[in-house]
């Protein structure tokens, strides 16, 4: 294989990803009441949200190591990208980044590219696709790095969750009030800003109402959606994800759609419940 591509974990791969040959996950972990959850193929996402609902603590996530990314660099592959969460919200990127130049120190220059994809979850997996497809249309080097990160500069994240819990109090909602409509059943629309940080769009009474309203924002903002891919990740809530595409396909003509479940870090910061969307 001529190249590589190396996700973090937060981003899911799906099951053709995975059987490719061409994907390579770097794990992150998650720490709830003092066990450590690793978030690779072994991620049991049931038993994870029965040990967050139990623990009264905030569960919290660790980045991989630069090590463990220079090890991942070694593959042999020609060329090697690197796809990360947003550099906001995590320092997976700057691990990778630094994972880099411990490589090129011990076996000289090499062609290792990392994304900070300014986004999470099914956001970094289109990136990884992106990444492919260039790669498969004879692109060099250059061209895919300069294709892609056009690409993200594009690509657009939308959520709604049934609470903001974990990722406020892991520092994740920076700038953002907090919301205290709880008893009135307030659900924000969230997104994501073009440095990568968090922003709220809007909000609804009830989820079925946010989740109309994330559309009606996604609808808005989409620009030649015929040439792109809708992709929607959830936690523990296919029904729900279903309808949300349901309702994006109804307004919108897009190249293809695709449904995955959260993998370890999207579900501790989706929580039970929670929906997100990248075009």
Known sequence: MSYKIIVDSCG??????????????????MQVGGVTIVDDEA??????????????????????????????????????????????LSGSY??????????????????????NSRSASVGETLIALKIRECEENGMSFEETVAAVESYIAGQNTYFVLENLDTLR???????????????????????????????????????KRA???MVDYIAGDAENPEGKVLAISHCNCLERAREVERMLLEKLNVKASFIVDTAGISSMYANDGGVIVVL
């Open 12 to 29: 899911e791969l799906t099951p053709e990803m995975k059987e490719s040959g061409v994907f390579q996950t770097a794990s992150l972990s």
């Open 169 to 207: 109090k892991n520092g994740r909602l920076t700038g953002i009030k907090s919301f205290v409509a709880s008893a009135l059943n307030i659900k924000p629309v969230m997104g994501s800003t073009p440095q990568g940080t968090i922003c709220q769009l809007g909000q609804a009474r009830g989820i």
């Open 94 to 115: 700057n691990s990778a980044q630094l994972g880099r130049k411990l490589y090129e120190e011990e076996k000289g220059s090499a062609k290792i590219y990392v994304f």
């Open 43 to 88: 991620f049991d996402q049931a038993d994870f949200l029965k040990r967050v609902a139990a623990c009264p603590e905030c569960p919290k996530s660790s980045c991989p190591s630069p090590e463990e990314y220079m090890k991942l660099y070694d593959c042999g592959a020609e060329r090697v990208y690197a796809v990360t969460l947003s550099s906001e």
């Open 211 to 213: 989740l109309a309203k």
